[in-house]
Structure formats: structure tokens, C-alpha cells
């Protein structure tokens, strides 16, 4: 398995740290490896800041506030397309608010990384066909997925 993860970033208001990318793309792998997808993937990520994820949120899901981050899942029951070039499977895009996870991580006291990585993931699942909106087991389900995925990252949030 081989994940092509095309990165974008349209933000300018602060440094992104480096080696953020490369934890975006480990995430992503990650993500696949732990759901047993065995497919060459592709997945596109694009780093925004609140202005322009407050845009998308109200013209895709009339939304009119910034979010964290959105997924456009490009599959649908498991079925996904294959790009004719590669074979990969095309999982769809995932869109990062860094200004809002920057508030987060403060939030949660815990560093920008983790919080990027866990955006990545809960999208990741969310192109899978993951959903929480509806509380109840399918969240507790996406919210395990996530931490198995974050601590198989070094990620793991230390409960005490």
C-alpha cells in the first residue's frame, strides 16, 4: 500500500513547523494501514486559515462559521474511484484550518503537531465513510479509530 498525499498550503499567517507535511502524510498512511486498506490511495490536503474554511463551511454544508476541518469523500458504501493512471483508489480531500487548530491545540493543551495529526485522521476516516454527526456508537467507534491511530503515531494523549 501507497498513499500519494498532494499537499497545498494556502496559509500565510504563521510558519507552519516543519516537518508538518511529512506527519500529514504519515497520518494518512497510518489511517489506511490500521483500516486494513491494502490499495494505493490518493488523497489531496489543503492547509486554509479561518477565512477561507468559513467560505467553503457556508458554501458546501450552509454552514456560516470557520470549522476545523472539512472532508469531501469522493467514495461512497466502500466503493471508490480508481485513477486511470495509477490504479489508486481516490479518497477524496481533506481541508485544514490551521487558525483553528492552533486555537485547539492551546484548547487542549497540547502541541500544533498532535492537533494536525488528529485533523488528518478524523478526516481520513471521514473519506472512508466514517461519521459522528449522529452521536452514539458510530461516534465512539470514529473516536477509538482516532486514538488507535494517533498512538500508533506517538500521539497518544496521556490519561491520568
Do not use: W
Not at 499537499?7 to 498512511?29: A, F, Q
Not at 489531496?44 to 454544508?61: A, C, H, P, Q, Y
Not at 450552509?62 to 474511484?81: H, K, M, Q, R, Y
Request: glycine share 8%; net charge negative; hydrophobic share 40%.
Amino acid at each position: 500500500m501507497s498513499v500519494k498525499v498532494n499537499i497545498v498550503t494556502k496559509y500565510k499567517n504563521v510558519k507552519i513547523p516543519t516537518g508538518t507535511k511529512l506527519l500529514i502524510r504519515k497520518s494518512c498512511n497510518a489511517t489506511l494501514k490500521l483500516e486494513g486498506i491494502e490499495d494505493s490511495a490518493e488523497v489531496d490536503v489543503t492547509l486554509v486559515g479561518d477565512e477561507e474554511i468559513k467560505e467553503m463551511n457556508s458554501k458546501f454544508r450552509n454552514i456560516d462559521s470557520a470549522t476545523d476541518v472539512l472532508s469531501f469523500p469522493l467514495g461512497e458504501n466502500g466503493e471508490f474511484d480508481r485513477n486511470p493512471e495509477t490504479d489508486a483508489i481516490m479518497l477524496g480531500d481533506i481541508v485544514i484550518s490551521i487558525d483553528h487548530a492552533l486555537k485547539q491545540a492551546n484548547l487542549y493543551g497540547h502541541g500544533i503537531e498532535r492537533e494536525i495529526a488528529f485533523l488528518t485522521v478524523h478526516s481520513m476516516l471521514h473519506l472512508l465513510g466514517y461519521d459522528h454527526e449522529n452521536g452514539g456508537l458510530e461516534q465512539m467507534t470514529m473516536r477509538e479509530k482516532e486514538e488507535n491511530v494517533l498512538t500508533a503515531l506517538g500521539l497518544a494523549i496521556n490519561k491520568i
